[in-house]
């Protein structure tokens, strides 16, 4: 026999073993093999061996799928081993297949009711409360889940009932208490509390509960005594001294926290409880003993991740970013797909000025969780920080979406929409953010801002009078004053205003703002330039006080020193648009029409959608009478924004002139006059173009509206007298070229006008 064929033998004998072995297993009877795999899961349960028990009763279930007893015990023994997840869907697997068994229903009911899952819940309930319509604890289940339903008749009702049916039952009238306080009942609310103290005074849960509604009334006295009988009636109780660390962490006294939270880490090994009792450490100035418990969680398997995520936010707060980079890569080396880290690392990119790999590290968190609207807020941090403002508001938009009430998404939308011309928007995500935190001084400032810039003054005054009031030595607070006052054209009030926010904060970008507009405006320049030049030396790292600066020079004519300070502005941040786009029309200014030319192809590469930079690509070449790249330049702006009104126009010209399709040259005039219906360019390219087209009398109409607009702008009306001239309209064709030759004897058309005056006077016109 071959080699081969005996390797054929070896395989075929253990197909042969395999099919034996598969066959015994068939016929074994599988309601004796559940039988004896739930006794061996009970066996191994009650020795606290549950990872063995679940293996034992998931191979019950894989003899029969609908054996509702260990679907039941499956359960249990997800909830000794803390898995909630899969003891809540095997409970409620049982519960469907065991739909007689009323504790079952109940005990599902109230695990539904805890995930907020309500009408689930009440369902249960009702299945009972078919069989056994006096059922306490289906009323109980009932009227709670009703409650969630905001049905709180209904859930009234069935407290009754159960009172009714188990008057003895201190939890019920907890319940009560809690479904009175639902439908603004004090009285009765209270009322049911102490019945239930009187019926079961020794019950903690009762406690907890009628603490909770305590605090929520705002009787914090009475509270913390609840809270403390709780704790010497069960002094062992995780719940208990949960509540307590919570309690005395919100009123503000983190130092009563601490023991209760030690008590829940060391005798219960809670992990929430440990981290919790890091962030008070850190909180309360102990960072030691935080690093110490956040070392000892990281060595931790369970709590590997979770401690080395927060050492690294830590870092990144001290801003060690080393070290936060390298505590990142750990987590990330482990588990690329670990969305918080991916947060924080984008974070930590924006911190070092690096926003396009912030970008990438936020979309990667997106991606990986798209429910966390961290990634999103992050996202759209990092696309203001490259100016994508149209990016940053789809990114802002998704996280309010998944955090609907965020007053600090609602402001950056407020920030973004008002930036884009958004006034509308702006104001409304302005509104929602005050309603979400009407007391924050941020949500009142935005809405201040949203509600001038739409010309809302009386809102703007109304908020401004109460901002005044209560932060009085809040620069921001008086710069919008000065604001108020600008557009109350009350210049001293302003002035007066802007002088105190300066005062108040000296590094202010925009109090200097605010007082070297009125400088300039009132004709003292060397107080402007000695402000802007004090705001330069004050603030060296600040591109916004640069900028500014720059502005300020420009306006003086001192281009050598804007140029010198945009310089510096881009040396501070390469990642700013604002120099380049400035620089660049410093050089068109001074006729350096090269390095302008440079200066917006480095913007329009830096700003991909930047049709304003594409746009002066474009017209740089045209005026360099570089025809076809100009072309180029505008038609690539076009495709960046189809609506591009100024590259669509300066290209319809361009193709008319060089004698290209004037019907396309007519679809591009007409997108522009969509934008700029009004504008006496696109007004006189509309008209050229019908001009070439030989339609003299939709010529005519169109240079029309250019020379009313601007009647002193030659071109138009020698355009005009020419259109006029085609169409027999000769009176007005001499008198349009005559006043064209009058206003410019010098122009490129001067030549032409001349010659149609001539050719009109040889027709005797």
Known sequence: MSTFLLRQHAVRCALVMVIAIAAGACSENPETAKREAVTRGDALFAKALYSEAVIEYRRAIQFDARYGEAHRKLAETYLKAGDGGNAIREFVRAADLLPDDADLQIKVGNFLLAGGRFDDARVRAEQVLKTNPKSAPAHVLRGNALAGLKDLDGALSDMEAAIAEDPGKGVTYANLGVVQHLRGDATKAEAAYTAALQADPASVPIRLSYANYLIVVKRIDDAEAQLKEAFERDRKSPMVSRA?????????????AEPYLKRLAEDSGDIGAQFSLVQLYIGTGRRDEGSRLLTALKARTDTQRDATLMLARLAYADRETARAYALVKEVLDAAPQ??????????????????????????????????????????????????????AKTAYAEALRLRPSDPAVQVAL?????????LDAAKQFAQGALAAAPQAPLTRVTLVRA?????????????LTTLLKDYPQSGTVHVLEGTLALVRKDVPG???????????????????????LIELSTGRGPAARARAEGLAAQSPANVD??????????????????????????EVDAARSEPYSMLARVYVEQGKMDQALTEFKTLAQREPKSVGARTMVGAILQTQNKREEAKKAYRETLAVDSTAAVAANNLAWMVTEDNGNLDDALQLVQTARTKLPDSPEVNDTLGWIYYKKGMHDLAIAAFKQSVEKQPNTATFQYHLGLAAAKAGQFTQARQALETALRLDPKSADA???????????????
């Open 414 to 422: 407020s920030q973004l929409n008002l930036a884009t011309g958004g």
């Open 751 to 765: 030549g032409e006008a001349k010659a149609a005056l001539s050719r009109l006077s040889a027709y005797g016109s």
């Open 244 to 256: 307590l660390a919570v309690f005395y962490a919100g009123t503000g006294r983190v130092d009563k």
């Open 494 to 516: 302003a002035e007066r205003a802007f002088k105190k926010a300066a005062e108040l904060a000296p590094t202010s970008v925009e109090a200097a703002a605010g007082l070297i």
């Open 545 to 570: 006080a640069l900028v500014l600066a720059a502005r300020t020079y420009a306006s003086l004519k001192d281009l050598p020193k804007t140029e010198e300070l945009l310089r510096r502005a881009m």
């Open 451 to 463: 509600a001038l810039a739409s010309g809302d003054v009386t809102a703007a005054d109304a908020q």
């Open 338 to 391: 670990e969305a918080r880290a991916l947060i924080l690392k984008a974070r930590l990119d924006l911190l070092e000025k690096k926003p396009a790999d912030a970008i990438a590290a936020a979309k990667l968190a997106v991606s990986a969780n798209p429910t966390l609207a961290e990634g999103s807020i992050v996202l759209g941090e990092a696309y203001r920080a490259t100016r994508d403002l149209d990016g």
